[in-house]
């Protein structure tokens, strides 16, 4: 079977259009993934893992090499990708299950068909209750819960998350990747999930992707052989190669970073 996403000799330059310093952000990016794969992305800050997640949107043209989405060169945003960003990307002047019904108004889905999409996807995040609340009257918890429903709901068939959960607090945090954990197994949706916390990495991804320091190129990619099912953090830490990935993991990355920074 073909992989969902190739990317191939992938470089990326960035020049200040001020100074004309160069910094390149990735150099020789190689990495396939698979239909239905969930890779989650690791590595020392401003290695380019935002930019790599840029350049599959579509929202940055890379200096060199090039990526393919079911075979096909990505030339630039399309609504077969979604991306969850780091900042909360909800309108405040809307409330819940609109700004969950946004992206489904955009593709014209009659209003019947986005009223029970979007009752679906409130249940799937937990947000019954809510739907006519507006962004400012939720938790920070409960406005990412809606940025990953409303990015769900409009169906695209790879997800792209930069650090969706750093914002929120440490129990809202085991919530949201318990979730997104059933989410992703119900959906079987593709994603790509860049985090700094190693043992996110190991508990969401069926591989986890170190990249090295800047420029970023793929250093490892380590497989997480525990079973979907058991992803809840209970079963999960009990399980014997818990804590083998993550020490594995977590010195790949920190050969990465100087010994005094933090991953
Ligand atoms: N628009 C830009 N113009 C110039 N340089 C940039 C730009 N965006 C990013 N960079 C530089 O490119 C490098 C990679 O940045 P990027 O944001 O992709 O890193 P990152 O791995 O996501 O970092 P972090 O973990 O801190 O989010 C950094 O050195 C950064 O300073
Ligand atoms: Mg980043």
């Given at each position: 079977m073909r992989p969902k996403i190739v990317v191939r000799g992938l470089a990326h330059e960035y020049i200040n259009p001020f100074t004309q310093e160069r910094v390149v952000a990735l150099d020789g990016v190689d990495l396939e993934v698979e239909e239905g794969e969930f890779l989650t992305v690791v590595g020392p800050s401003g290695c380019g893992k935002t930019t790599l997640l840029n350049i599959l949107a579509g929202l940055i043209q890379p200096t060199h090499g090039t990526v393919l989405l079911d075979g096909r060169a990505v030339t630039g945003p399309g609504p077969d990708r979604g991306v969850v960003f780091q900042e909360f990307a909800i309108l405040p002047w809307r409330t819940v299950q609109r700004n969950i019904a946004h992206g489904l108004e955009i593709q014209g889905v009659a209003k019947a068909e986005r009223a029970a999409v979007v009752r679906r996807f409130v249940e799937l995040v937990g947000l019954t209750g809510f739907e006519k609340k507006y962004p400012h009257e939720l938790s920070g918890g409960m406005k990412q819960r809606v940025a990953v429903a409303r990015t769900l709901a409009a169906n695209p068939h790879v997800m792209l998350m930069d650090e969706?959960?750093?914002?929120?607090d440490a129990q809202t945090r085991i919530t949201l990747q318990e979730e997104l954990n059933t989410i992703a197994q119900a959906t079987r949706k593709t994603i790509l999930f860049v985090t700094h916390n190693v043992e996110e990495a190991v508990f969401l991804g069926d591989r986890c992707c170190v990249l090295s320091r800047r420029p970023g190129k793929v250093k490892a990619l380590v497989p997480v052989k525990i079973p979907r099912e058991h992803r809840t953090w209970k079963l999960f830490t009990s399980d014997s190669s818990f804590g083998a990935t993550k020490e594995l993991v977590l010195k790949l990355v920190r050969e990465e970073v100087g010994r005094e920074d933090t991953v």
């Open positions: 969706p959960f750093a914002s929120v």
